[in-house]
């Protein structure tokens, strides 16, 4: 079975940057769609961005269009969340997921339409 270990998170201020990792063991990433998830407190588990296999597409939220950039390098099983100028409201703990398929679901997609997840790691904006 996939799994996925993320990385990269920490506290950091308004206006600061951070870039997220995803590393994959057992299987190769290349034929998996992946997706970055985040859940605030008290909140449900939302979509951030989803890119196919081949990076040939990648969906963003409204909410980090512009901020938020999605890569990932199959050479290294890898998949990348850069995050710039983070607001408050981007604290939350972070997950990244992969499909079975190679294409992301329209835009984004929910939870149920992903395979295997990361255990989440904590992500604090904050001065």
């Known amino acids: 079975q996939l799994q996925l270990v993320e990385s990269g998170g920490g506290l950091v201020q308004p206006g600061g940057s951070l870039r997220l990792s995803c590393t994959a063991s057992?299987?190769?990433?290349?034929?998996?769609?992946m997706g970055w998830f985040r859940q605030a407190p008290g909140k449900e588990r939302e979509g951030v961005s989803c890119i196919t296999s081949s990076s040939v597409i990648t969906y963003y939220a409204d909410s980090v269009k512009g901020r938020f950039t999605a890569s990932r390098d199959d050479a290294k099983n890898t998949l990348y969340l850069q995050m710039n100028s983070l607001k408050p409201g981007d604290t939350a703990v972070y997950f990244c997921a992969a499909r079975n398929v190679e294409g992301c679901p329209p835009q984004i997609g929910g939870t149920d339409e992903y395979d295997y997840w990361g255990q989440g790691i904590q992500v604090n904006v904050s001065s």
């Open positions: 057992r299987y190769t990433l290349e034929y998996y769609a």
